[in-house]
């Protein structure tokens, strides 16, 4: 996949202050959630320039919405006498988007636009998009993975106070996924509960982060490492009834497939734990666990393991399927035993 050209979103605070700001700042990106950061540092950057609460307008365009009327309201004197801020989300949403090439090309010193639009932009050599290039007025907020991801959260960790290592950062990870608003929301519930103890260790980031107070995703891969089908059906089940979507443990089983793969190829090589789950993207907790899954480590389960996964993934996202009819079909077939008759469709 080639890479973005787009300057990153993490460029603007070198574009804005009291003094010296931008006409127009346009976000795009994957990441909502540095979108969202990024609008809220430009509001508060310019806010002492807003004199008036009716020179401030937030515009969530709706489809097929005409700009030209937006345009019209930022080229309007503001009546407190400063500055006019207008910001507009969902710009793609617009039908003739090149009219902003008016304003960029000739803005009004009065008015500063803050505009974003979910999702890359297929081609930026068009119009409005090219202009804004030129202008370097475009940003995008790309989504962090792998080490940059785990070293956002480390550094996120201790601006509220919290001394996170790296490899409880990726356990995290792990555990909640790449969404950032997730684990923003667990680093939080991580320092309400380390207030009165001096270190954080692994089991309290399971126990913190876990979906469920009665089982984890972790209990469910240590039952299916087992090969103990009803156990881990009571599990899957309780996961689903604390409200975990059934796409979530899916994910969650196909990372765990996929890092039981990695094991078994650089368990080959010699190479000690700490470099193989480095080499392997995971935390060294969650690497060393997955080598205790001793029914799966096997090349033909795991390429079983594999095709039912597939399996429920398409029934999950093409059909009405039931999840827990799903889940017992995946976790029977995952450890090679029969379906009970009739739940296949």
């Known amino acids: 996949m080639a890479k973005s050209n ?24 994957e990441d909502q959630y540095t979108i969202d950061l990024a609008v809220d540092m430009i509001e508060k950057t310019l806010s002492p ?29 503001p009546f407190g006498g400063g500055k006019k801020l207008i910001i507009i989300k969902n710009f793609d949403k617009f039908n003739e988007r090149k009219e902003l090439s008016s304003f960029i090309k000739n803005p009004p010193e009065f008015t500063i636009l803050i505009i974003t639009q979910p999702g890359k932009i297929s081609d930026s050599s068009k119009e409005p998009y090219s202009l804004l290039m030129e202008k370097r007025c475009l940003f995008e907020a790309r989504i962090a993975t792998g080490e940059e991801l785990i070293e956002w959260l480390e550094k996120k960790a201790r601006q509220m106070g919290l001394n996170l290592s790296k490899d409880l950062a990726r356990l995290l990870v792990d555990i909640v996924g790449e969404e950032k608003n997730l684990l923003e ?14 270190k954080i260790s692994s089991d309290d980031i399971i126990k913190i982060a ?23 059906v009571e599990i899957a089940f309780n996961l689903l009834d604390s409200g975990m979507e059934i796409i979530a443990i899916i994910n969650m089983l196909s990372k765990f497939v996929l890092t039981l793969s990695q094991i078994m190829e650089l368990a080959r090589s010699g190479i000690n734990d700490n470099e193989a789950a480095r080499q392997a993207g995971v935390s060294w907790g969650y690497y060393v666990n997955c080598k205790k899954a001793l029914f799966l480590l096997n090349d033909d389960r795991l390429l079983n393991a594999s095709r039912a996964l597939l399996n429920a993934d398409t029934a999950t996202k093409t059909s009405s399927a039931d999840p827990k009819t799903v889940l017992l079909i995946l ?10 008759s009739g739940l296949r469709r």
């Open 185 to 198: 929301m667990q680093l939080q519930k991580i320092v309400n509960y380390s207030v009165n103890k001096e």
């Open 49 to 77: 320039l807003i004199h008036s609460d009716f020179d401030k307008e937030i515009i969530n365009a709706e489809k097929s919405q005409n700009l030209s009327q937006i345009l019209d309201l930022a080229f309007s004197f």
């Open 210 to 232: 876990s979906p469920t107070k009665e089982y984890s995703i972790f209990n469910l891969q240590d039952a299916m490492g087992k090969g103990d089908k009803s156990k881990a």
């Open 6 to 29: 787009l300057p990153s979103v993490t460029e603007i605070p070198k574009y804005i202050s009291k003094e010296k700001y931008l006409p127009v700042y346009f976000i795009c990106g």
């Open 331 to 340: 976790i029977a077939e995952m450890l090679g035993q029969e379906v009970t």
